[in-house]
């Protein structure tokens, strides 16, 4: 059962990622691990994977959906970073 980090109350993947990426902005992508400690969630590690990946999308379609050509979101090194992929 993955729990919400504002109402502790029962969620979904996609739910958690949208409220740690509110809570946390980008900052959630360098230190996930304490993202989550901080908050006592127990994560199994399949769902771990799933809500980082929604992570990863939420925060790159909020960049794409800014418009500014001075920023830029390198997915790859994101998923590197976050722990997707080595």
């Known amino acids: ?31 996930f691990n304490a993202c989550i400690v901080g908050h006592k969630i127990a994560l199994t590690a399949r769902e771990v994977d799933i809500v980082k990946g929604h992570i990863l999308t939420i925060i790159e379609r909020s960049a794409k959906m800014m418009n500014c050509d001075t920023i830029t979101f390198n997915r790859e090194q994101a998923e590197k970073e976050i722990g997707l992929t080595k």
């Open 1 to 31: 059962m993955i729990a919400s980090i504002i109402t502790g109350k029962s969620t979904t993947p996609t739910a958690l990622a949208k409220e740690l990426v509110f809570t946390y902005g980008e900052y959630v992508v360098s230190d």
